[in-house]
């Protein structure tokens, strides 16, 4: 039997943008995904934007029953920033209505809301003054987060920041995955590094307030292992970890940005512009715990040719590496190794001083899955089971060794739009009918995380 922690969370997590739906309603104001999808559709699956997802604006009371009803114990989502503030300053009342009534639903069916601000929906408004790479962008975040804490703080004890910082930095200026679509490492740097302040400011403004919970930030973690053991792969699988892994755990955690990677930006001129007062704020202002989404490992090696000059592109420092028994999530092209969870598990024991953490996200997206619909209308996903099983299992390991894990989040609980694309992978332990008003059917994996929810455990 694997049995977890006393109060251990078991639960799932979304997001406003994939699950709320109304993207231009309520008096909501665009996001970068809302003139995306106006501007350039053809990057979108067909007929699948932001605007209608998964509908929960009108049926967050349903839904908080059928999270019951597998008795998931917490649940993690986001609130709008372009919903709560429409232009930044003036607070949106039918947002507050719709927010409070949501917490208050999900208390009633005994399940612990996890707030998040900000999950890649940079406001429109915003965006247009430079996003991420504006300073301006600082306070903005740290006086939404200050207003979300005061108007919500008494329904909410556990909050985060940002979920996955570094996608947005990623794929918005190096590959061209998110709007603006750029590349352009210098910038990258300093989205990264204004991203960190505005979490440090809202870690600031929470704490000033003096409520009575916890603050943290939600962080995707891909352990890095390298292609060898030769001394290029070793110094690759270094850098793609400072740059990856270090560059947001150190300073958040620990106060302070890695030495070592500071010192490879400035090699580079890649450091980001900084203002007096900084690194003080960072070192005063770490968080309660950390969330890590945990999908898939980085396996690196050194690039093929030397560089030459400054870098211009993480591929300078190292590039991918597929490992010959690797085993495949063939619909999302991620790598399936759990083994990794346990490598996480250590690493913020050893590392970070142990600091309190749960798994925030950890899920299998699979295609077409009425294909493994029963002749009652049931999805048979065992390989979901499967997936959460041996994850688990590595996790249970990490617990008995001494890491301070509490809890477990997959991605997702109703199947959620999945920003370019849609619909097309499911991750839902309820698929939802996009044919039939957004009808929810529980999965086999739902009726097998009720037990293991009432069974703190499994066998």
């Given at each position: 039997?694997?049995?977890?922690?006393?109060?251990?969370l078991?639960?799932?997590?979304?997001?406003?943008?994939?699950?709320?739906?109304?993207?231009?309603?309520?008096?909501k104001?665009?996001?970068?995904?809302?003139?995306?999808?106006?501007?350039?559709?053809?990057?979108?699956?067909?007929?699948?934007g932001?605007?209608?997802?998964?509908?929960?604006?009108?049926m967050?009371?349903e839904?908080?029953?059928l999270?019951?009803?597998?008795?998931?114990?917490s649940?993690?989502?986001?609130?709008?920033?372009?919903?709560?503030?429409?232009?930044?300053?003036?607070?949106?009342?039918?947002?507050?209505?719709?927010?409070?009534?949501?917490?208050?639903?999900?208390?009633?069916?005994?399940?612990?809301?996890?707030?998040n601000?900000?999950?890649?929906?940079?406001?429109?408004?915003?965006?247009?003054?430079?996003?991420?790479?504006?300073?301006?962008?600082?306070?903005?975040?740290?006086?939404?987060?200050?207003?979300a804490?005061?108007?919500?703080?008494?329904?909410?004890?556990?909050?985060?920041?940002?979920?996955?910082?570094?996608v947005?930095?990623e794929?918005?200026?190096?590959?061209?995955?998110?709007?603006p679509?750029?590349?352009?490492?210098k910038?990258?740097?300093?989205?990264?590094?204004?991203?960190?302040?505005?979490?440090?400011?809202?870690?600031?403004?929470?704490?000033?307030?003096?409520q009575?919970?916890?603050?943290?930030?939600?962080?995707?973690?891909?352990?890095?292992?390298?292609?060898?053991?030769?001394?290029?792969?070793?110094?690759?699988?270094?850098?793609?970890?400072?740059?990856?892994?270090?560059?947001?755990?150190?300073?958040?955690?620990?106060?302070?940005?890695p030495?070592?990677?500071?010192?490879l930006?400035?090699?580079?001129?890649?450091?980001?512009?900084t203002?007096?007062?900084?690194?003080?704020?960072?070192?005063?202002?770490?968080?309660?715990?950390?969330?890590?989404?945990?999908?898939?490992?980085?396996?690196v090696?050194?690039?093929?040719?030397?560089?030459?000059?400054?870098?211009?592109?993480?591929?300078?420092?190292y590039?991918?590496y597929?490992?010959?028994?690797?085993?495949?999530?063939?619909?999302?092209?991620?790598?399936?190794?759990?083994?990794?969870?346990?490598d996480?598990?250590?690493?913020?024991?050893?590392?970070?001083?142990?600091?309190?953490w749960?798994?925030s996200?950890?899920?299998?997206?699979?295609a077409?899955?009425?294909?493994?619909?029963?002749?009652?209308?049931?999805?048979?996903?065992?390989?979901r089971?499967e997936?959460?099983?041996?994850?688990?299992?590595?996790?249970?390991?990490?617990?008995?060794?001494?890491?301070?894990?509490?809890?477990?989040?997959?991605?997702?609980?109703?199947?959620?739009?999945?920003?370019?694309?849609?619909?097309?992978?499911?991750?839902?332990?309820?698929?939802?009918?996009?044919?039939?008003?957004?009808?929810?059917t529980?999965?086999?994996?739902?009726i097998?995380?009720?037990?293991?929810?009432?069974?703190?455990?499994?066998?």
């Open positions: 039997m694997y049995k977890f922690p006393e109060n251990f078991w639960g799932a997590a979304t997001s406003a943008p994939q699950s709320e739906g109304h993207g231009s309603k309520n008096g104001t665009p996001t970068t995904w809302d003139k995306w999808y106006e501007l350039s559709p053809d990057k979108f699956t067909p007929n699948q932001p605007e209608t997802t998964s509908n929960m604006y009108n967050y009371k839904d908080a029953k999270m019951s009803d597998i008795s998931m114990n649940f993690r989502t986001s609130i709008s920033w372009a919903r709560l503030l429409p232009d930044g300053k003036t607070v949106n009342e039918e947002a507050v209505t719709f927010y409070r009534e949501y917490f208050a639903e999900l208390l009633k069916n005994n399940v612990k809301p996890v707030i601000l900000f999950h890649f929906d940079m406001p429109w408004w915003l965006m247009e003054k430079g996003g991420w790479e504006a300073r301006e962008s600082v306070d903005a975040f740290a006086f939404y987060a200050k207003t804490f005061e108007l919500f703080g008494d329904q909410v004890d556990t909050w985060a920041t940002f979920n996955e910082p570094i947005h930095v794929c918005g200026y190096l590959y061209g995955y998110h709007y679509a750029i590349h352009d490492f910038k990258a740097i300093q989205v990264g590094y204004n991203t960190i302040m505005a979490h440090t400011k809202a870690v600031a403004a929470y704490k000033e307030l003096k009575e919970g916890k603050i943290g930030i939600i962080l995707n973690v891909s352990p890095c292992y390298s292609r060898g053991e030769t001394e290029g792969d070793a110094l690759a699988a270094k850098q793609a970890d400072l740059l990856n892994t270090k560059s947001f755990l150190d300073p958040v955690v620990l106060g302070e940005f030495v070592e990677l500071k010192e930006l400035a090699a580079n001129d890649l450091l980001p512009e203002v007096a007062g900084d690194k003080e704020l960072i070192a005063e202002n770490k968080v309660d715990f950390i969330g890590l989404n945990y999908y898939q490992p980085r396996r090696q050194e690039p093929k040719e030397k560089l030459v000059g400054n870098a211009t592109d993480p591929s300078d420092f590039i991918p597929i490992w010959p028994e690797r085993k495949m999530n063939e619909y999302r092209g991620w790598e399936i190794y759990p083994e990794a969870l346990y996480v598990a250590i690493m913020m024991k050893e590392d970070y001083g142990n600091i309190p749960f798994v996200e950890n899920g299998m997206g699979v077409q899955e009425e294909r493994f619909m029963d002749e009652s209308g049931q999805i048979q996903d065992d390989y089971i997936f959460m099983m041996d994850h688990l299992k590595e996790l249970h390991k990490g617990i008995e060794a001494g890491s301070n894990c509490f809890g477990y989040h997959t991605w997702t609980f109703i199947d959620c739009w999945s920003w370019l694309n849609g619909y097309t992978n499911r991750y839902g332990f309820y698929r939802m009918d996009l044919d039939n008003n957004f009808e929810r529980l999965k086999k994996s739902g097998w995380f009720k037990e293991l929810s009432e069974n703190n455990g499994f066998n």
